[in-house]
Each structure stands twice: as C-alpha cells, then as structure tokens.
Nanobody, 120 residues
Framework: QVQLVESGGGLVQSGGSLRLSCAAS????????MSWYRQAPGKERELVAA????????NYADSMKGRFTISRDNAKNTVYLQMNSLKPEDTAVYYC?????????????WGQGTQVTVSS
C-alpha cells in the first residue's frame, strides 16, 4: 500500500519557520524524485520545490528560493521542507509528491496534504 503522509503544518506568525515532513512507504523511495506542491484557496496547485532521487539536485519556485529548503533522507524514506521567513501568501495546503518514469511506465503518488497558515 503506497502512502505519503505529510506532517508539521500549523499556524505560524509572519517571519516564522516551519519544517514539513513527508513519510513514504509502499514503494522504492530512493528511486523517486520528490517534490512539494501547495494549493491556496481559489488558486491552482503549484510546485514549491523538487529534489532528485539521490538528492543531488534541487529546484525551487522563484518566490520560495532563498527561504525554503527541500531535503531527503533515503534511509528514513522521508522528504523535508524547511520553510523560513514565512509570509501570509505562503498560506496553503502543502502536498508531498513522488514521481518516476521508467521504461515508459509512469508512477505518481500524492500525500493527503498538511495545512500551513501564516498570520499577518
């Protein structure tokens, strides 16, 4: 049974920090690129950050670059998102995603999301 379970969300003041975690099970975590997406009310889901399967490369949306850091621990089957200098516009549900394409077969899994609310 494939599972991605996010945790660490909550309410924080502007300028504060949160660390999100996503615990994976039921698939070969080390073979998948991992990413964080977010979706605010009335907006489309957007990419926040991504990391390659071995953790050798990362990518961030421009608005998050310099404030957010994605990392992974393949031994723990966990991906993290460290969020600093949070702003009210960061308020959203944050989702963990696992993705792989191998020999024409596509695999794509999503977590249930965790709410992040940043007060002004």
């Amino acid at each position: 049974q494939v599972q991605l379970v996010e945790s660490g969300g909550g309410l924080v003041q502007s300028g504060g920090s949160l660390r999100l975690s996503c615990a994976a099970s039921g698939f070969t975590f080390s073979s998948y690129a991992m990413s964080w997406y977010r979706q605010a009310p009335g907006k489309e889901r957007e990419l926040v950050a991504a990391i390659t399967s071995a953790g050798g490369s990362t990518n961030y949306a421009d608005s998050m670059k310099g404030r957010f850091t994605i990392s992974r621990d393949n031994a723990k089957n966990t991906v993290y998102l460290q969020m600093n200098s949070l702003k009210p516009e960061d308020t959203a549900v944050y989702y963990c995603n696992a993705a792989q394409t191998r020999w024409g077969l596509k695999y794509n899994y999503w977590g249930q999301g965790t709410q992040v609310t940043v007060s002004s």
